[in-house]
């Protein structure tokens, strides 16, 4: 095995799909993961950090990047009475920031696919909860393919004068590791008209060579609610200006048009901010999307592109994120319904115990967080190009592939090995039960 493993790290320079010798070390940090079927993961702490990511096609990054937060700002009468990040770090950058929330009125809970994360502000009389959403829902083979997440701010005002609060949600352009610094990377703001509805944020393109992606900010422009952002500024450095311009007015001021192409050893961030008028014990809500466009994925021997399952209704440009923004944040009431529809039978058995509710549940994490991948088929595709002589004789399943595509997902996050049958056998229930269609298809794989 040492040999083995020695050729493949040191000389091929690849990973090795069982790592004996460099083990990822076990951290209770993790929450509940964002993101649909297959197209990606960005998963959330207990603490609210952005701290593991799998956006390349079963590789992850441990990577717990500083800059992405959550801030609130507290506006009375026109001054700026109280301004936080959301979060109990005291990192070394961004030391221009506020940190070090006391984690004593902080409170986490989670339902796969759901998750919330209760701020009580001390000493100002207001409670922020975030209700983070992803689309994974039984049946539903098109939303629960989306690469998205949602953040629902409740905003609860037990003052007794009106108070402006503002939420601004920063991002690094990236997922924290050495590639952020590659250079060629950069971010334009974005703003998307339809139907009525008006989402704006800011796009983050990462322009590496192999299997390039779009991240996107976003908030929900509604009445009574302005949508301000910033462009770029260094999660490197201070963070100052970004800071100083929202104690200024609540707002983000930033220069138009896209930033500039970030130079090698450097990196970019942006952020975007929804603000609200609160009235004296009143309560008003927030909306802001986390979206990632990563359409075409090559594996490691970058023989094969793939197209994702999403990008039959999004299209494979690359250019999807806006329309997946906009998407996730005028759907995501519809997809609570259906997510309360299929669970609340089981949550308000009395008969069930709880230790099984959150099995059932929470334990489904791995469908998307295992490094899944839910692929088209090419149109122009047949049988025995699939499988090889053997496929022929499965060839009156074809139509069904077409329709749901091919789905894979990992052994364990540690073992990269997909779809190992033995392992399969003891998960395959959920797929049976939730999404038969992807059992039907893993089977003809099979």
């Known amino acids: 095995y040492f040999r083995w493993w020695f050729k493949k790290t040191r000389i091929e320079k690849k990973s090795a799909f069982i790592d004996l010798l460099c083990a990822v070390p076990l951290q209770q940090i993790y929450g509940c993961p964002l993101g649909g079927i297959g197209g990606g993961t960005i998963t959330r702490g207990w603490r609210g950090e952005f701290c593991r990511w799998q956006l390349n096609p079963g590789l992850y990054s441990y990577e717990t990047v500083i ?13 700026t009475i109280y301004q936080q990040v959301l979060s109990v770090e005291k990192p070394s950058t ?48 098109k939303d629960s393919s989306l690469p998205v997440g949602v953040f629902i701010w409740e905003v609860e005002n037990g003052r007794d004068e009106d108070v402006e609060v503002s939420i601004m949600f920063s991002l690094q352009n990236g997922m924290g590791t050495k590639e952020d610094r590659s250079g060629g990377h950069w971010n334009e703001p974005f ?60 707002r983000l001021d930033s220069p138009t048009g896209k930033s500039s192409l970030t130079e090698k050893g450097e990196v970019t961030a942006a952020a975007v901010c929804a603000s609200c008028r609160v009235p004296a014990h009143g309560h008003k809500t927030l909306e802001m999307a986390l979206a990632w466009d990563m359409p075409c994925v090559h594996f490691g021997s970058k023989e094969k592109l793939h197209l994702r399952r999403y990008t039959r209704f999004f299209g494979s440009e690359g250019n999807a994120a806006p329309a997946l923004s906009h998407y996730a944040l005028t759907h995501y009431e519809e997809w609570e319904r259906n997510i309360e529809a299929w669970q609340n039978p089981i949550l308000e058995n009395s008969q069930l115990p709880s230790w099984y509710k959150s099995a059932l549940f929470n334990e489904l994490y791995f469908m998307t967080d295992g490094g899944t991948i839910w692929m088209e088929v090419p149109p122009d595709c047949c049988a025995e190009d699939l499988q090889g002589p053997a496929g022929a004789g499965l060839s009156h399943l074809l139509p069904v592939l077409r329709e749901y595509g091919r789905f894979a997902y990992l052994e364990g996050q540690e073992y990269r090995m997909y779809n190992t049958y033995d392992v399969h056998f003891y998960a395959s229930f959920a797929l049976v039960m939730l999404w038969p269609k992807l059992q039907i298809s893993l089977q003809y794989d099979i």
């Open 67 to 79: 800059a992405n937060q959550f801030t609130v700002c507290l506006r009375c009468k026109g001054q």
């Open 94 to 141: 961004l030391q221009g920031w506020n940190w070090g929330y006391c984690g004593h009125y902080g409170f986490y809970h989670a339902l796969y696919p759901r998750a919330w994360l209760v701020y009580e502000l001390p000493g100002q009389n207001v409670v922020l909860t975030c209700r983070q959403v992803s689309p994974v829902i039984p049946h539903d083979y």
């Open 191 to 250: 703003t998307l008209q339809k139907d009525g509805e008006r989402v704006a944020g800011v796009l983050l393109h990462h322009c590496p060579a192999v299997n390039p992606f779009t991240l996107a900010i976003s908030a929900r422009e509604k009445a009574g609610t302005g949508v301000t952002h910033v462009t770029a500024f260094n999660p490197a450095g201070l963070g100052r200006e970004v800071w100083q311009d929202l104690l200024q007015d609540g």
